[in-house]
């Protein structure tokens, strides 16, 4: 597990030095809504890659996951319990419902699977929308007004996406993860070979609606709202995959770059110019998948060799010289 091994202690002390953030400017609450919502983004991009990514199996449909645990957190908040337990009980909720369809999805491959996972994630929301007694229906929830300071959500939502990174970077090296790798290969062959493809789907697809179910739980009590046109979004799952494939899917430090970058520029074209970010994702995708398949992690491996290279010639002739 060497990669895993190397990374570790690098994110490790990023997620050190981004904690110092609401000590050194606790008054900047654009900083630390900023860093909620990128982090909530890193750790859902990262999540969606077990699956995405390691097995190949794109899924646009991880809004109903996101949606389930924002809502199990809003009702379970409402009934009485503290928001910091209703997150592990949002993200069982998710895992749950990700065994459900699981099942039959799963058995599908490609375009057939994405396909689907849209269909299941429209029916969420269609069906969210007429439980008016449970969800609110098209009013929504209004959830209390009393919640923790936004320090606190910064840490929480810091904390989570560095739990998340952890679990994909323990999984990429492990025998899960290599199983993964090879159903995504070539499934018929990694069956051949004894990998337990169906069980393995199963596992990344619940690991993964977990992590994003805690996330959405996390996310309602944020707000202090949800309605199911937000958090059960078309848009929120294709977020996912837009993070994943900005990033380098498939790998480790992809979701993170690809969060930062994805919510940076959000965050400043729907502010200044609605709607137009749609159009920057989409230029930018086509450039992507054009030119560098692997994201921004294959660009920065590719300007990284030369120069590494330069700098491995400029020593080896510093030192002939000196031993001349």
Known sequence: MPAARASLPSAFGLVLLLALVPVLAPGNITLLNLGFLTFLYVAQGVAWNILGGFAGYVSFGYAAFYGLGAYTTALLWLAGWPPLLTYP?????????????????????????????????????????????????????????????????????????????????????????????????????????????????????????????????????????????????FTQSISLVLITLIGGIGTLWGPVLGAAVFYAVQDYLQTSYPTFHLLVYGVLLILILLFEPRGLVGLAGRLWRPLAAAVSRGQAGAGAGRTG
Request: net charge positive.
């Open 89 to 233: 009980a949002a993200g069982l909720v998710a895992a749950a419902f990700s065994l459900i369809v699981g099942g039959p999805t799963l058995r599908l491959t490609g375009p057939y699977f994405s396909i689907a996972t849209i269909g299941v994630g429209e029916a969420m929301r269609i069906l969210m929308l007429n439980l008016d007694r449970i969800t609110g229906g098209a009013s929504g929830l209004n959830l209390p007004t009393a919640v923790p300071s936004k320090a606190w959500f910064y840490l929480l939502a810091l904390l989570i996406a560095a739990a998340a990174f952890t679990v994909a970077a323990l999984v990429r090296r492990s025998p899960f993860g290599l199983g993964l790798q090879a159903l995504r290969m070539d499934l018929e062959a990694a069956e051949g070979l004894g990998v337990r493809t169906a069980l393995f789907k199963n596992l990344a697809h619940t690991l993964s609606a977990f992590i994003v179910g805690a996330c959405g739980g996390l996310y309602a009590t944020y707000l202090q709202f949800v309605h199911p046109d937000t958090v059960f979004s």
